[in-house]
T-cell receptor, first 118, second 114 residues
């Protein structure tokens, strides 16, 4: 149980275009989803926290107009990178928390999406 | 606020030797502590976690970690390294304050020599 999927796993886009990444909790309802960014050989940097039905909370330094997050349902959150530039190339990972109170501290991670902007 | 420090960005051990990856944390409230493993171009896999109760926690693949409050540490160990253990390891902390936001350490790359 507690499986999180991401789609696509890899995407290449041209500079100036937008790309959407989906994060789905497959067998549980996720009250909260998190989006992370990971540069090569570095740790995960939290970008934003997304709660179902409300606006995402962005971490300091993350441009909310560039990284649009939508959490439309209890099983789906999307991250849209708008007007992508080569410096947005990175590995994006989502995670989800269940609504079960006894497991509320635990996050389940997706497999990640490799974004390359040319 | 929470923070995590992993000592040593790279650790190299011989196959069959003890694995010790160090993690120290800072938290103003009782922490939840995690170790994750990441293989190249993959997401994170949870190795083990500490929430409450027994301070020695056992995880998958023979790993274990001990929560030492007095030392604010949560070091990861494995008695005998396998080649398949070569990966990146992340220590992480979260707490009920701040909505269980998880803070990750910088990671430690484990190399296993034949």
């Amino acid at each position: 149980g507690a499986v999180v999927s991401q789609h696509p796993s890899r995407v290449i886009c041209k500079s100036g275009t937008s790309v959407k990444i989906e994060c789905r909790s497959l067998d549980f309802q996720a009250t909260t989803m998190f989006w992370y960014r990971q540069f090569p050989k570095q740790s995960l940097m939290l970008m934003a926290t997304s709660n179902e039905g409300s606006k995402a909370t962005y971490e300091q330094g993350v441009e909310k107009d560039k990284f649009l997050i939508n959490h439309a349902s209890l099983t789906l959150s999307t991250l849209t990178v708008t007007s992508a530039h080569p410096e947005d190339s990175s590995f994006y990972i989502c995670s989800a928390k269940t609504r079960h109170p006894q497991s509320s501290y635990e996050q389940y991670f997706g497999p990640g999406t490799r974004l390359t902007v040319t | 606020a929470q923070s995590v420090t992993q000592l040593g960005s790279h650790v190299s051990v011989s196959e069959g030797a003890l694995v010790l990856l160090r993690c120290n944390y800072s938290s103003s409230v009782p922490p939840y502590l995690f170790w994750y493993v990441q293989y190249p171009n993959q997401g994170l896999q949870l190795l083990l976690k500490y929430t409450t109760g027994a301070t020695l926690v056992k995880g998958i693949n023979g790993f274990e970690a001990e929560f030492k409050k007095s030392e604010t540490s949560f070091h990861l160990t494995k008695p005998s390294a396998h080649m398949s253990d070569a990966a990146e390891y992340f220590c992480a902390v979260s707490a009920h304050t701040g909505g269980f936001k998880t803070i990750f350490g910088a990671g430690t790359r484990l190399f296993v020599k034949a």
